[in-house]
C-alpha cells in the first residue's frame, strides 16, 4: 500500500514532484473520454521514469504470440493495447535550454486531476541553473462533448527576469509499446503535413491497418508577435512559438487536437475530418469547449454519483471508481467495450474480459440510460459468429465467446484460462437476463437476445458429456471463477450456470413462442435447431451433476476440493502472501485456497434461487478459504456479507477495492488503473450496503449502514426513473426525481413513489 | 511415413540427390563421437534447404525464455543445445564458379552412412555450365579413440576435360541457431589465427561462457605445387588450395580438425591443446586415424549388435538405433547425458529428460560396461544439490530432480510439466535399483545411491498429504507419464512410484546399517535425518492412496478417469489422428485417450511386484486408450504384451518405433532423430521379444519369435559376462563368451554356463 495523492472528494492531488512514483501517478491521474485516453503524462520532455501512454478505443494491435509450447487451439496473436501517438506534447525551452524536471531544480509541483470535471492540471516552478524561477501552469481535458477533440494549456511565467521562451507543441508517431512481445513497433507513417496553421500526421497500424490521423493547431497570449516556425521530421511535426518574455508576464499556448480514426471515417476523408475538428474546436475557444465539457460531466455526477458522509477516503475512493468507469466506457458505440485497464496502460492486452458482463453491467445499468447497457449487450451478439467459430476452432458446436478480445476473436494464450475458462460464455447470457430484468426491455429477446442464448446453450449441450455410472451430464476440465484452480472436474459454478443458461434460454424460448412467434421461427430455422436439441437442453439441464460436500452442507468447489488439505487463509503466514508472489504455481493449484469468488459468484448470480441458510453456510465456508488476489473477488463478498447481516465483514471486504488504485494496494497501479474492479468496488456498496436486488419486476433495497460512516447516498436509474436513496444511520431515505410513480421494496415493505416524492423506511 | 534411403544390413543410403528431403537425409546421416557430432550436411556450400548443425557435448546456452504469461518459480531461462562453429567446411571452386548442388547440374547422387564405421561418404558427379563432368568423393568422421578429433576427405576429379579448381577449408564461428526465442546469435568471438599450416578459432557463449576452439590443419595430394593462400575475416579462417586439375587426375584434401572446449581445458591451454591435436593427427595420417576409428567401432558391435534374419528392414531399423545411441553417448564423462535430439538438431534444447533413466539406462547396461551406466548415476548424484533447491523454489523439502536439464538446473517452462510432472523423481531413484539390481554392484548405494535416495524420499513425503477423511496419504495436482492429462490428482503410477522409492530407500537403509553402518551414520547426520521422519516415509509408504477401478479390476489413471467418456482409440476417425495435431489441448485432456504407457510404465518398472493376471487386465484396458502419440510409448506396451503372450500385438507395437526416423513415421525427423527412443526400440526386441528380466541376481530370457522373422539374436553383457542369445523358431540357443560361470534362467530353467559353452532351450 502506498498513498500519494492527499484526500480530497473531488480531487486527486500530487503535491510534490515523486519521481520515483511518476508512473503510479500517471496511472492515477489519467484521462479519458471513451474515444481516447492517456495516461498522466508531462507535457514538455521528461527524462525521469515514465510509462508514456496514448490509447485510442478500439485501435489494437495483433502482437506475434509468445508462448513456450505451441497447442493446437492457440490464437494466431495476442492483442495488444497500442499506444498511441502522443499528441499532448510541448517542448519547453527557457534560455536555450529544455525544461526536464527530472534534471531542473524543481521548488513546487502540484499535479492535480478534478474529477468532477475530468481535468488534468499542473502547476510548479522551477529554477534554471542560475537561481532564476519560472512558473508553471498546465491544463488539459478530452472533451466529452466532442469525442475526437483534445485541448491543453501551457502558460510559463518568468518570475525573476525576462527570458527567452520557447514552446513547441508536436505530434509524434514515433511510439512503441512498452509491452511488445519481440520489441516492435507497430506504427507505420501514411502522411504529414506541417504548417504553422494546422499540422497532421496521420499513421497506420501494422497488419490491421488502422488508420490514424491526430491534427493540431493552436493560439498563443501573453507575447506581442511571437516568432513562429514549423518543422518536421519522420512521423513528427512542430511548431515552435518563441518570444522573449518579461518578467511576472505569463506566455500562454493552448493546443487544440483532434484525432479521427479509420474506424469512424473513409480513408480518404480522416485528415479532412481531423482538420475540420481542430479548426471547429480552435474556433470555438478553450473557454466554451471547457464548458460544454463540464457540462456532460456535471450531467453524467447527477446521475451516477454515490456520496459517502464522515468518510472523506471513501468518498474520495468511490467517486474515483465512478469517474474512471464513466471516462473508460460512454456506450455510445457498440463495436466498443471495457478494457481491464481502460485508457490507463498497456497491459493484460485485449479490451474484453467477462468483467464487463460480471461486473461492470450492473453499474452502467443503474447509473446511465438503459442503452448504454442495450450497446454493451450487442457488442456480444456483433461477435456471435466469431464464438461460433472459436467453439469449432475446440472441436465444439454453438458458441464460445473468447475469454480475452478485440474484435470477437480470441487473443490469449494461456489454454488452462483461455480453453477451459469456459463459464464466460453463461456470464454474457447472464448479462441478457440481467439487462431485461433491470430494464424490462423484453423486445431485446426477440432482437438480439435469443440468437446468443441458443448458440451458447448448443455449447453447454455439447461440452457437457453424459456419465451413464452416475446417470449425470458432467463439464470436466475446465478453470472456474477461481483461477487458482486449473483443469478441475465438475466445478460447481461452471456446472450451475450452464444449466442455468439452457434453462433460461427454453425459458426464453417460451416466452417469444407467446410473443413473437415468427421471429423465433425464423430464428430457428436459420440456426437448424431442432425439437430433439431443444429436449436434450432440457434434459441435460435437469441432470446436470452440481458437487456438494454434504458433511459442510455446501456446494462443492469441484469433484477433487475435499481432498486438498483443508486450511484456511488464517493458516498462511503473512510474508507468503499474495501467494501468487510467493508461491510457485502448483502449489498454488493444489492448495484450498481460492483466489475469486467462484461457487459465492453463483450465490450472486443466481441469488433469488437460493435461501439464506444456504448462503449463509457457504459463505461459512468459502470466504475463510478465499484469499481475494484478484481485485474482482472482495466485493462478491462483501455482497453476500451485507445480504448475511455480517455487515462488518462486509464493510472489511469492501475496504479492500475501495481504494486500490489510489492506495496502490497491490503495488501495480504504476502499470495502469484496475478499471472493471471499479465496478465492483461500486457495486459493494450499493449492491452490498444498499442492498439493491431486482425481482420481479421490483426494485429491491435492504440497506445498513456502515458503522464507520455518518451516512451515504447514491443515485438510480430504473426503468426510466431516477431515484435517489440516502441512508443515515436510522432509516433509509428514497426520493423519486424523475420519471412515472414507482412502487419500490425497502426493507421488504412496498413504498409507492411518484415524481418529486420521498420518504423514509426506518431500519429497525 | 517416408522412405528416403535403402534398405541394407549396415548402410544407409541416399540413391540420388533429394532437396525436399534434405534436411530429413542430414538427420539420419549424423555423426557423433559422444563429444562432438554432427548433422550430414554438405561440406561444400549449398544454397538449397538445410539445417546446418554442429553440436558440442556439454556446451549450451540460457536463451531467453519464452512464455505466455510469467508464473512464480519458472527458470530463468531455457537451455538451448548450440550449434556450435562450422568445422566441416570446404569451399569447392572450378573454373571460379562455385560448387552448389543446389544449382549445378547433379548426375549422380549417392550419400551413404555406414553404421558398422561410423562414416559418412557422398559420391556424387556434376556437370558445370558448358556440361563438363566432375566426380566428387567425400568421406567423414569422428573419431571414436580421439574424441577431439575429426577427419574429412574430399576428391575431386575432371572427367572431360582439365579445370582450375580451389579447395577452400574453413572454420566459420559465424553460426545461429534456428532454434533461438529471439533471434539472437549465442557466439562471441575470442580469437582467430589464420595460417597455411595450422588454423585455430576460439569462441565462445554468451552468458555461460564456454570455450571452443577449433583447429584445422590439411593435406593435400593428386596435384603438383598447388598454390596456397590464406584469409580470414570476423569468425571466420580459411585455407585455399588452387591448382590445375588435369582430366581424370583426382585433387584429394584431407583436412584434420581438432575441438577443444573450455569443459576439459584450462581457457589458456585451448589453443595449443587443439594445435597439438590436430597436428598429432595429421602426423598419424588419414589410414591410421580411420583405422583406429573403425577398431573401436568394432568392438561396440561385438558386445553389443542385434541381429535380426529374414527381415533385412528390421534388421536395418534395430542397427540404426543402436548406432545412433553409441553415437550420442559413450559413457567416459559423467557431466554428460543423453539428449533426446542427440547431436542430430536443436529441438527440445535440454540434453537430459527422464527418458536417459526410463529408456536408455537398460540399453547401456546391457551393451556396454558398468561403468558407463554407473556414470548416468553419478551424473544425477553431481545434480543432488541443484534438486534440493528446485524442490525449495516449489516450496518443498527434499531434492526434486528437473525434468529437463543442462546442469542440473531446471530449464524448461511449461507449470503443468515441469513443475507437475514430477514423478521423474522416482526414476532417478529407480534407475539406482534398476543399477544394482543388473550389475550387483551394491556398494554403489552406499557410495552414491543413499544420498539420492533420501532427499528424493524426503521429497516425496513432503510433496504428498494426510487425507483424514480417507486415512489416506495423497498427492495432487500432477501430470504422470501420460502428458495428456494435466493437474491431475492421485495418478497410480505417481502415487506407487512414490510409495516405492520410500520403500526402497528403507530398504537401502537397512543394507547400510548392515554393510555400511559408519558410511550411512556419516551421511544422515550430514543431511539431517531424523528417526521421526523415516518414520513418516514407512507411514506414508503403508497408507499412499492407489486409485483402482473396481468395476475393471484395474488400477485407475487417476481420480477422475471414469468420469471421462469412455471411448477407445478404435472410435477415433483416422482424420483425427495424431490428437495432437487436431484436437485442441482441453479437447485432449478431458479426453479418455492417454499419450503414452502411465499405468504400465509402472507395471513395467515394478513388474516383479505384480501377477500376471494383473498386468493383463491393465494391458486389456489401457492398451485400447494409449494412443502413443510419444515415440517412447510404443515399446513399454511392446513389452507388457510380449510378456503376456499377446506376439503378434507386441510385434505390432514393436513396429511403431523399430523404424520411426529411417521411414520419418512421425513427419519430423528433418528436426532431429529421436535418439532416446532408439533405446525403447532395442528394449521392444531383448525385453519385449527376448524376455530378458532381472530377478533375484538372475537374468531371466524368456523369448519368442515374431512370426515374421527367421529368427534374431543379440549379445548381452551381464555382471562381467558376455552372452549372445539367439532365438529361432524352436528354440533359445544362449552362448557364454567371457567371463565367469553363469546360471541363466530361460524359459524359468536354471541353464548353467562357463565360457565357451553353450546351449539350447526349446520354445515349447
Known amino acids: ?72 487451439g492457440y490464437p494466431e496473436y495476442f492483442a495488444k493495447v497500442l499506444n498511441a501517438p502522443n499528441f499532448i506534447g510541448i517542448r519547453v525551452n527557457i534560455d536555450g535550454r529544455g525544461v526536464d524536471l527530472a534534471h531542473w531544480q524543481v521548488l513546487s509541483f502540484r499535479r492535480t486531476l478534478d474529477m468532477r470535471r475530468s481535468l488534468l492540471t499542473r502547476t510548479f516552478t522551477v529554477a534554471d541553473e542560475t537561481g532564476h524561477r519560472f512558473s508553471v501552469e498546465t491544463t488539459r481535458f478530452l472533451s466529452r462533448k466532442r469525442r475526437e477533440v483534445a485541448a491543453i494549456r501551457y502558460a510559463i511565467r518568468p518570475l525573476d527576469q525576462a527570458a527567452d521562451i520557447e514552446l513547441t507543441p508536436y505530434l509524434d508517431g514515433d511510439v512503441a509499446n512498452e509491452d511488445a512481445n519481440y520489441g516492435e513497433k507497430f506504427w507505420e507513417l501514411v502522411n504529414q503535413s506541417c504548417t504553422v496553421d494546422v499540422s497532421t500526421l496521420t499513421m497506420k497500424t501494422k497488419k490491421t491497418e488502422f488508420f490514424v490521423t491526430t491534427a493540431m493547431n493552436w493560439s498563443v497570449t501573453g507575447v506581442d508577435n511571437p516568432s513562429i516556425t514549423h518543422r518536421e521530421h519522420d512521423k513528427h511535426v512542430e511548431n515552435t512559438v518563441s518570444s522573449r518574455v518579461g518578467q511576472g508576464q505569463s506566455l500562454q499556448l493552448t493546443k487544440f487536437v483532434a484525432v479521427t480514426t479509420s474506424r469512424d471515417w473513409a480513408i480518404e476523408e480522416l485528415d479532412s475530418a481531423a482538420e475540420k475538428r481542430v479548426r471547429e474546436a480552435k474556433d470555438l475557444g478553450w473557454d466554451m469547449l471547457l464548458d460544454e465539457h463540464t457540462n456532460a460531466w456535471e450531467r453524467i455526477w447527477a446521475d451516477g454519483d454515490v456520496a459517502i458522509m464522515g468518510d472523506a477516503e471513501a468518498q474520495q475512493g ?33 479490451s474484453t474480459y467477462w468483467d464487463t458482463e460480471a461486473y461492470c453491467l450492473p453499474f452502467y445499468l443503474s447509473t446511465m440510460d438503459s442503452s448504454i447497457a442495450r450497446n454493451l449487450l450487442i457488442y456480444r451478439h456483433n461477435h456471435l459468429e466469431k464464438a461460433i467459430e472459436n467453439a469449432a476452432k475446440l472441436g465444439c458446436r454453438g458458441a464460445l465467446y473468447p475469454m480475452v478480445t478485440m474484435n470477437g476473436e480470441e487473443s490469449h494464450n494461456e489454454w488452462e484460462i ?64 477461481n483461477e487458482y484452480e486449473n483443469n478441475i472436474n465438475n466445478n460447481w459454478y461452471t456446472n450451475t450456470m450452464a444449466a442455468w443458461n439452457l434453462r433460461y434460454t427454453l425459458d426464453v424460448r417460451r416466452y417469444l ?25 432440457a434434459t441435460i439441464k435437469d441432470k446436470m451433476y452440481l458437487p456438494v460436500i454434504e458433511e459442510f452442507g455446501v456446494f462443492a468447489q469441484q469433484d477433487g476440493f475435499m481432498d486438498k488439505e483443508q486450511l484456511t487463509v488464517d493458516d498462511l503466514p503473512a510474508e507468503e502472501r499474495p501467494l501468487n508472489q510467493n508461491w510457485s504455481w502448483d502449489r498454488i493449484l493444489r492448495s484450498v485456497f481460492i483466489k475469486q469468488a467462484d461457487v459465492l459468484q453463483g450465490l450472486f448470480f443466481l441469488n433469488h434461487e437460493f435461501d439464506l441458510e444456504t448462503k449463509r453456510r457457504n459463505f461459512e465456508f468459502y470466504e475463510p478459504r478465499t484469499v481475494h488476489e484478484s481485485s474482482l473477488s472482495p ?58 436486488r431486482i425481482h420481479d419486476d ?27 436513496v440516502s441512508v443515515s444511520r436510522d432509516a433509509c431515505h428514497i426520493g423519486h426525481e424523475q420519471g412515472k ?23 429497525a
Open 1 to 72: 500500500m502506498k498513498r500519494t495523492c492527499s484526500v480530497d472528494p473531488w480531487l486527486i492531488t500530487e503535491e510534490s514532484l515523486q519521481p520515483q512514483d511518476n508512473r503510479l501517478a500517471e496511472s492515477l491521474m489519467s484521462l479519458g473520454n471513451g474515444h481516447m485516453g492517456m495516461r498522466g503524462n508531462f507535457e514538455e520532455e521528461f527524462s525521469g521514469d515514465s510509462l508514456q501512454g496514448t490509447y485510442i478505443a478500439g485501435i489494437y494491435y495483433p502482437d506475434k504470440t509468445r508462448v513456450g509450447w505451441w497447442k493446437i
Open 318 to 350: 468511490v467517486r474515483f471508481n465512478i469517474f474512471q468507469l464513466h471516462q473508460t466506457y460512454t456506450g455510445d458505440d457498440p463495436r466498443l467495450n471495457i478494457g481491464p485497464k481502460g485508457f490507463t496502460g498497456e497491459k493484460y492486452g485485449g
Open 418 to 481: 483461455t480453453f477451459e475458462e469456459i463459464h464466460r460464455n453463461a456470464a454474457i447470457s447472464y448479462a441478457i437476463f440481467n439487462y431485461v430484468r433491470y430494464t424490462g426491455d423484453e423486445e431485446y429477446l426477440a432482437e438480439y437476445g435469443y440468437d446468443v442464448l441458443l448458440e451458447t446453450s448448443r455449447y453447454w449441450a455439447d461440452r457437457a458429456h453424459y456419465q451413464p455410472r452416475k446417470d449425470v451430464y458432467m463439464i470436466l476440465g475446465v478453470t472456474g471463477p
Open 513 to 537: 413462442e407467446r410473443h413473437h412467434p415468427q421471429r423465433l421461427k425464423d430464428i430457428e430455422t436459420t440456426r437448424g435447431l431442432t425439437a430433439e436439441e431443444r429436449q436434450d437442453w
Open 635 to 692: 466485493c462478491v463478498h462483501s455482497i453476500l456479507a451485507g445480504e448475511l447481516g455480517l455487515e462488518s465483514k462486509a464493510y472489511e471486504l469492501y475496504l479492500r477495492t475501495a481504494r486500490l488504485d489510489l492506495d496502490n494496494y497491490n503495488n501495480d497501479t504504476e502499470d495502469g488503473l484496475h478499471i472493471t474492479s471499479m465496478a465492483g468496488s461500486w457495486m459493494s456498496i450499493v449492491y452490498g450496503f444498499g442492498g439493491l
Open 698 to 724: 421490483t426494485l429491491h433495497l435492504q440497506p445498513f449502514l456502515p458503522t464507520a460512516w455518518e451516512g451515504y447516498s447514491f443515485k438510480l436509474v430504473f426503468r426510466g426513473r431516477r431515484l435517489r
Open 741 to 763: 410513480p414507482l412502487d419500490v421494496s425497502v426493507h421488504n415493505c412496498m413504498v409507492h413513489l411518484e415524481q418529486g416524492q420521498a420518504t423514509d423506511v426506518s431500519h
